[in-house]
C-alpha cells in the first residue's frame, strides 16, 4: 500500500514562495503519474498541477507561470515549487498517486499565504 507525506506548508506574505514535497512509500513510486491538489474551505479539491511517468507536466490555469511540479522517483519525492503566491493560493495541499484501482493521497499540508 503506498503511502504519501506532504511537507514544507506553511505563512507566507503575498509574493512569497514555498516548495513543498511529497515522499512516497511502499510501491514502486516511478510507476505513477503523481500531481498536487488543493482544496480551500468551502470550495472543492480542484488539480494545481499534475506529472506524469515521462515527466509530462500540466497545470491548473490559476497557477500556471508561477507552480513548477518536479519529481525525483530516485528519492520517491515529488516538489512543487510555489512562487508569486497570492491569497488565493491559500488551501489545504494534497499529494496524489494515480494509482488503479484506488488513487493514494496523502494527508495535506497547510499553505496559507497573508495579504
Known amino acids: 500500500q503506498v503511502q504519501l507525506v506532504e511537507s514544507g506548508g506553511g505563512l507566507v506574505e503575498a509574493g512569497g514562495s514555498l516548495r513543498l514535497s511529497c515522499v512516497g512509500s511502499g510501491g514502486t513510486f516511478s510507476d505513477y503519474h503523481l500531481g498536487w491538489f488543493r482544496q480551500a474551505p468551502g470550495k472543492e479539491r480542484e488539480l494545481v498541477a499534475r506529472?506524469?511517468?515521462?515527466?509530462?507536466?500540466q497545470y491548473g490555469d490559476s497557477v500556471k507561470g508561477r507552480f513548477t511540479i518536479s519529481r525525483d522517483n530516485a528519492k520517491n519525492t515529488v516538489y512543487l515549487q510555489m512562487n508569486s503566491l497570492k491569497p488565493e493560493d491559500t488551501a489545504l495541499y494534497y499529494c496524489?498517486?494515480?494509482?488503479?484501482?484506488?488513487?493514494?493521497w496523502g494527508q495535506g499540508t497547510q499553505v496559507t499565504v497573508s495579504s
Open positions: 496524489n498517486a494515480d494509482i488503479l484501482p484506488r488513487p493514494a
Open positions: 506529472i506524469t511517468t515521462v515527466g509530462s507536466t
